[in-house]
C-alpha cells in the first residue's frame, strides 16, 4: 500500500513540512528540504529576527526598510563610538586634574536640559509626527548626527565650555528619542499587517540589538586605531554619517504609506485636477505617490491649509458671518480664506466625519488648483472642462490683491458640490 499525504505545513507561503500516512498505520512528518542543518539555521533566524507569519503579516515594504534601516543602525553605532571617545576624553578622563564632583554636575544638567527640552519638543509639535513620520524620522537621524558632531568637537574646547557642549547634545538626543520613536510607533502600525504590531516592534528591537552588537565589536577594533588620530577620527566620522543619511533617506523613500497626510493629498488632487482639465481619467496609487512625497524640504503650496482651527481665524465682524453661513451651505464645516497671509482656514462641526475633512481638503486643493494654473497662465489650461474651475482661475488673474467679497467668492466657487461629484 503506498504512503498517501495526510497534510501540509505551512509557514505563511512556504511549505514546511509535509505528514504522510505509512503503510503500518502510522504518521511521518518529512521536512520540505532535504538539508536540515541548512533548514534549521534558516528557520531559527526567521524565527529570532522576523514576525510571525512574515512575509503575509506585515506589509510589502517591510523588508525594503528593514534592511536599510539596519545598515543606518550599524553606522550609528560607529558614529556613537566615536562620539563617545571624544565626550570621555572632554570630561577629563585620563586628567588628574578633572574632579569627579564637576563631571557629576555637568552630567546633572546635561539631564535637566534633556528633560526639560524633550517636555517643550512634545508639547509643541507631537501633533505632527504621526501623519509626517517619514520626514520626522529622517529629521530625528539628521539632528542624532548633528549631536554626535557637537560630541566629537568636545575635546577642541577649553573645558569650560564642556558643560554647555554635554547640554547641547543632550538636548538634542531628547528630541531624537521622542521623535524617533513616536515615528516608529507610526511605522509599526504600517508595517503590521495582523494586529500583530506587538510582535513586529519586538522583532524590530531584536534585529537593532543584533546590528549593534555587530557595530559594538567593529568599534572595539576601530577605537584604538584612531585614538590619537584626529584626522583618521574625522575621515571615519563623516564616512559614517554620509552612509548614516544616505541609508536613512533609502528608509523612509522605501516605505509606502497607505493613508493621506496633506503632502500625499496634494499630490493626489494636483495631479488629479491636471488630468481633469486635460480630459484624462486617473488617480495615483500609493506606489506613485509616496515616492514624490518630499521627506526633507517642505513642500510647496500655493497656500497653507489650517484644518481644525478656531471661529475665530475665519470671523472678523457680523458681514463675514452672513458670508461665511451663505458661502458653506449645507456643509459640516466652515471654510475661510485669507489672501494675504497665504491661509486656507477651515472650522470643524462636531459632527463632521471622514469624508467631510477630506471634502474640506479637497475645496482646499481646488482653490490652490485654480491659484497654480493663474500664475502660469498656461493657455491650454485655461479651457476648463469644469465651469467653477475656470471662473476660480478668472479671480486669481484679475491682478492685484483679492478683497473680502472676493475671497468669500473663492469659497463659494470652490464649494461646487455637484461639480465636484462629477469629476470624481
Known amino acids: 500500500m503506498a504512503d498517501t499525504m495526510v497534510c501540509r505545513e505551512t509557514y505563511g507561503s512556504h511549505t514546511e513540512g509535509r505528514y504522510v500516512k505509512q503503510w503500518d498505520g502510522s504518521i511521518k512528518r518529512t521536512e520540505r528540504n532535504k538539508d536540515a542543518t541548512f533548514t534549521g539555521i534558516r528557520t531559527f533566524v526567521r524565527d529570532v529576527f522576523l514576525p510571525l507569519g512574515y512575509p503575509e503579516s506585515v506589509s510589502e515594504d517591510y ?56 517636555i517643550m519638543f512634545a508639547w509643541y509639535n507631537s501633533s505632527n509626527l504621526d501623519c509626517d513620520c517619514k520626514k520626522w524620522r529622517l529629521f530625528a537621524d539628521i539632528l542624532n548626527d548633528t549631536a554626535f558632531c557637537v560630541q566629537i568637537l568636545a575635546p577642541a574646547f577649553s573645558r569650560s565650555l564642556y558643560t554647555l557642549i554635554a547640554c547641547i547634545s543632550g ?48 568599534s572595539l577594533m576601530i577605537t584604538p586605531i584612531v585614538a590619537g588620530h584626529t584626522s583618521l577620527t574625522w575621515s571615519l566620522f563623516l564616512l559614517a554619517v554620509t552612509m548614516h543619511i544616505y541609508a536613512n533617506f533609502r528608509a523612509v523613500k522605501s516605505v509606502v504609506m497607505e493613508t493621506l497626510n496633506q503632502a500625499r493629498f496634494h499630490i493626489v488632487c494636483q495631479a488629479f485636477l491636471d488630468c481633469n482639465q486635460q480630459q484624462i481619467n486617473g488617480v495615483m496609487n500609493p506606489a506613485v505617490v509616496n515616492p514624490l512625497e518630499p521627506v526633507i524640504w517642505s513642500q510647496t503650496r500655493p497656500f497653507t491649509l489650517h484644518l481644525g482651527v478656531q471661529l475665530s481665524r475665519l470671523l472678523q465682524s457680523s458681514p463675514d458671518l452672513d458670508e461665511c453661513l451663505h458661502s458653506n451651505d449645507k456643509e459640516h464645516y466652515l471654510m475661510g480664506f485669507n489672501n494675504r497671509k497665504g491661509e486656507i482656514n ?7 466625519t471622514a469624508e467631510d475633512v477630506i471634502k474640506a481638503c479637497f475645496q482646499a486643493e481646488i482653490i490652490m488648483f485654480a491659484k497654480k494654473q493663474a500664475s502660469e497662465n498656461h493657455p491650454i489650461q485655461r479651457q476648463a472642462p469644469s465651469h467653477f474651475v475656470k471662473d476660480l482661475i478668472d479671480v486669481f488673474t484679475n491682478g492685484g490683491p483679492l478683497s473680502n467679497a472676493e475671497c468669500w467668492q473663492v469659497i463659494r466657487l470652490a464649494n461646487q458640490t455637484e461639480c465636484i461629484a462629477q469629476m470624481q
Not at 534592511?67 to 571617545?85: E, K, N, P, R, V
Not at 570621555?88 to 539631564?111: C, N, P, R, S, Y
Not at 507610526?186 to 504590531?197: D, E, G, K, S, V
Not at 477651515?346 to 463632521?352: I, R, S, W
Open 346 to 352: 477651515v472650522v470643524l462641526h462636531h459632527n463632521a
Open 171 to 218: 538636548l538634542c538626543f531628547a528630541i531624537v528619542g521622542l521623535v524617533g520613536g513616536a515615528t516608529r510607533a507610526a511605522l509599526t502600525m504600517h508595517q503590521a499587517r495582523r494586529n500583530n504590531m506587538a510582535d513586529v516592534s519586538a522583532k524590530d528591537g531584536s534585529q537593532e540589538t543584533m546590528v549593534n552588537l555587530a557595530g559594538l565589536l567593529v
Open 63 to 118: 523588508m525594503s526598510y528593514q534592511l536599510w534601516d539596519t545598515l543606518q543602525a550599524f553606522c550609528s553605532t560607529i558614529i556613537g563610538t566615536l562620539a563617545t571617545h571624544a565626550m570621555l576624553k572632554g570630561a577629563g578622563v585620563g586628567d588628574e586634574t578633572a574632579t569627579a564632583t564637576a563631571a557629576t554636575i555637568t552630567w546633572l544638567l546635561k539631564d535637566g536640559t534633556s528633560m526639560t527640552g524633550r
